[in-house]
C-alpha cells in the first residue's frame, strides 16, 4: 500500500498540484455515481488556527461531485464543553471557520444521540457508531496531523476513532485510561473539582475522590492540582483503544470505500480541540494520500522526529499504528511513500 506524497513547497502551487496528488493516489476511485460520501474532517475549535484550511476540503468535496458522489462534510460532538458539543454550535462554529459551500452535518445529532453500537476488534468489545457515518455509502477521511496529549499524535486514525463516534464512543475510548489520585499528596483545596467540567472528584475529609463513570479523562484537574497528586495510569490503551474504535467505523463499510487525506502543516503538540494549540513544533510537512489509515499515520510519523511528541505526552506515537495493523487494519509501518 504506498503512500503518495506532495511535499509543502509554496513555490509550486499547492492547491492544483493537491488534485495531482490525489489522482495518482486514486483517492477518489472509492466512489461511485450517486453514492453519499462522508467528508470526515474536523472544523476546528472556535479560535484554532491550525485546522485544515476550507480551500483544500472544498476542492476535494468538488472532486467528488465530479465523479457523481454526493458530498457532505462531518464530523461529531465534542464531549468536552465547547463550541462543538451539540449540534448547533458545531454548526455555527464550522460556518465561523470557513466551511460553508458544501453541506455540514453532525454525524451523531442534535445531542449525540444518534448513532448505532457495533462489536469491534480489539481492547474494546464494542463501539458506537455516529448515524451519518454509519449510513455513508463513502469515506474520505481529511485529517490535520498534530500532537495529541493523551495519544502521542492525532492523524487518520484518530479521526476515524474519536471523530467518527458520538460523546458515549468518545467516553468509552477515553475510559480505556486510568486516572489516579494519590492521597498521601492531596491536601484537599478543591481546585480539582472547582475546574473540573462536571465537577466530578468528591472532596471527602479533607481528600479527593473520583469514582465517576463520566470522568473522560481530560488534563483539566491533572494540571491544576497543586500537589500533582493525579496521574494518568496506563496511557497506552487509549491508543490502542483508538485502533480498536477505528476497526469497528471501518466495519460499517464495504471493502474498498474509504480514502485518506493527511495535512502535515501547522504542526504543534496541541490539537485542534484547542483555542490555543501552541508554537508550531516541525516544520510544514506537506499532504499524503493512501487507502489506508495505517500507512498514512506511519508515513506521517516516519518523516519526521516524533520523539518529541513521545515525550511530551509520554506516549509513543507508534503503539495506536501498530495497534491498528495488529488487529487486521490493512495497512504497513513502513509504508513505500511515491513524491510527487
Ligand atoms: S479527568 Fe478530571 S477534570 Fe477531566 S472529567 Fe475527569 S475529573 Fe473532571
Ligand atoms: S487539586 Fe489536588 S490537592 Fe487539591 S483536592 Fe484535588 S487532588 Fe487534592
Known sequence: MTVHFLPWDKSRNLFEEANHLYEEAATFDCIDAGDLVAVKLHVGELGNPNYVQPCFVHEIAR???????????????????????????????????????????????????????????????????????????????????????????????????MGCTPRAGKLRQHRAIGLEIDTSKCVGCGKCKEACAFHIPDIIEGKAYNVSKECMRCPVCIAVCPMKAIRYTGKDNLSKA???????????????????????????????CLPNPGPDVFKDIGIFASDSPVSIDAAFLNSMDYKTFNETSEVDCMVQVQEAAAIGIAGNVKPKIKTL
Open 63 to 161: 472532486q467528488i461531485k465530479a465523479r457523481g458522489g454526493k458530498p457532505f462534510l462531518t464530523d461529531s460532538n465534542t464531549y468536552y464543553l465547547a463550541q462543538r458539543h451539540n449540534a448547533v454550535d458545531h454548526m455555527q462554529t464550522a460556518l465561523i471557520n470557513g466551511f460553508n459551500l458544501a453541506p455540514f452535518i453532525v454525524a451523531d445529532g442534535l445531542k449525540s444521540e444518534n448513532f448505532t453500537l457495533i462489536k469491534t476488534k480489539g481492547i474494546l468489545n464494542e463501539i458506537e457508531v455516529s448515524g451519518a457515518i454509519a449510513q455513508a455509502d463513502a469515506m474520505i477521511v481529511v485529517s490535520h496531523c498534530k500532537g495529541h496529549e493523551l495519544s502521542g499524535f492525532g492523524g487518520a486514525i484518530k479521526n476515524l476513532a
Open 242 to 272: 483508538l485502533a480498536s474504535a477505528a476497526y469497528g467505523i471501518l466495519s460499517t463499510f464495504k471493502p474498498q470505500k474509504v480514502s485518506y487525506i493527511n495535512f502535515a502543516k501547522d504542526i504543534a503538540e496541541g490539537c485542534d
